[in-house]
């Protein structure tokens, strides 16, 4: 016999699923927290090499690779890690869309 399972469709953004303050903030510092660490791998940087180079301490390293306290860093810090780590950065800014009642925060990576 086969039960059914409850679930719930996701909108697209886990912290809007679980109703974390300002979603869309924090899903956009995930995405750059992942590209961060993609680059770190991609360079077989240790968290002490990684540190060194984004002129940070290993426990903030640490953080990142864990999730712990994302909503600490801010986006001027993570790009200026990218940029460290030789990742172009490109901001956009644009008028809203009529479709949203504020302006969005998106990342394309």
């Known amino acids: 016999m086969t039960s059914a399972i409850d679930y719930e469709v996701s909108s697209g953004n886990v912290f809007a699923d679980l109703g974390v303050d300002n979603p869309e903030e924090m899903l956009v510092k995930a ?6 660490l993609d680059a770190i791998e991609q360079r077989g940087l240790t968290q002490r090499q ?3 180079l984004l002129e940070t301490n290993r426990t903030n390293i640490s953080k990142l690779k864990r999730g712990d306290e994302l909503r600490k860093f801010t986006f001027d810090r993570l790009l200026s890690w990218l940029t ?5 950065v490109t901001l956009t800014v644009k008028r809203k869309s009529r479709r949203h009642e504020s302006g969005q925060l998106h990342v394309a990576i």
């Not at 995405?31 to 961060?36: E, R, V």
């Not at 460290?84 to 172009?88: N, S, V």
């Open 84 to 88: 460290k780590l030789d990742r172009d």
């Open 50 to 52: 990684a540190a060194e």
């Open 31 to 36: 995405k750059l927290a992942l590209t961060i």
